[in-house]
């Protein structure tokens, strides 16, 4: 068994993570898969398919949308402190053709108290930035698993 009060903070974010992509059934959906994990930070890739394409045959800004949302919400969930959106904007910058591999990579910018701000970064395979997001957070009663980081104190 685990002693959950030994983890680091990027052992608690891998660990928190983990379970909730056990339970992320959108990102399991589009295929968005976690490739790096740390506190305050997350890393998701996404293969534009043909359901994405929108009326101009390019990726629809919704799904680039999800890809960035997704990343945020691992970020700001890392601590294992129950955390959602509180608003959110995004800012696409160029056309995303099918097949492309996008990756969002999220970073936390400020958190203090129960509020937090998140900037994501959305590029395609040559590393081109096609979208920027940037999301608010707000931290909730409750833990993603509870006890398993017990030296922080539940926000509530």
Do not use: W
């Not at 974010?13 to 909730?20: Q, S």
């Not at 701000?117 to 909730?140: C, M, P, Q």
């Amino acid at each position: 068994m685990t002693d959950f009060k030994k983890l680091t903070p990027d052992e608690v974010a891998k660990t928190v993570a983990e379970t909730m992509y056990r339970k992320d059934k959108t990102s399991q959906h589009l295929g968005i898969a976690l490739k790096e994990i740390k506190a305050g930070s997350a890393v998701m890739t996404m293969r534009v398919v043909d359901s994405m394409l929108n009326g101009h045959n390019i990726c629809h800004g919704g799904y680039i949308f999800t890809l960035a949302d997704s990343a945020f919400a691992f970020a700001c969930n890392a601590y294992n402190q129950s955390t959602v959106a509180q608003g959110a904007q995004i800012n696409f910058l160029k056309a995303v053709p099918l097949d492309t591999l996008l990756t969002a990579t999220a970073k936390e910018i400020h958190r203090k108290g129960r509020t937090g701000l998140y900037d994501v970064e959305v590029t395609n395979e040559n590393n081109e930035l096609v979208a920027t997001f940037r999301g608010n957070s707000h931290t909730i009663k409750g833990q993603t698993i509870p006890g398993l980081n017990e030296n922080e104190e539940e926000k509530s």
